[in-house]
């Protein structure tokens, strides 16, 4: 399981991008093969920090790790010149990962992978009333 699709890839990096990493049969489109296997490669490796945490499979996929995966792929698909942008998101993510591993930083889930319940939201009551237009006496 691929916590990033192609579709995250493309609006993230772009199609021509994809097709400049991932086309070396020179079709002039993506291959999925290809982008697959730096997906697949990419969500291993994030595995391997949450399973520290977390129970795996997770039963949802937090919009961070979509970035994560998608970056990660990214760094996998260059062979040689890889730009500094690319290197950082890189390391960023790795980083990420590390404190997610020791707990620093959370999901927003339960270890057991899912999304916590919670009543914890917002409530607003009012005190009353402490002043009105009667109170004005015409001046409002």
Sequence with gaps: MSYASHADMIERFGEAELIRLTDRDHTGAID???????????AAEIDGY???????????????????CADLARYFL????????VEARY???????????????????????????????????SGGRIWDR???KGYI
């Design 32 to 42: 999925t093969d290809v982008l697959d296997r730096a997906l697949l490669d990419a």
């Design 50 to 68: 949450l399973a520290a945490r977390y129970q795996l499979p997770l039963t949802s996929t937090p919009l961070v790790l979509v970035r994560v």
């Design 78 to 85: 260059h062979d040689d010149n890889l730009p500094e942008t």
């Design 91 to 125: 390391k960023a993510a790795l980083d990420l990962l590390k404190r997610l591993a020791s707990g620093q930083v959370s999901l927003g889930l339960s270890e057991s992978g899912e999304s916590p319940e919670s009543n914890d939201g917002a409530e607003m009551q």
């Design 134 to 136: 009667s109170d004005s």
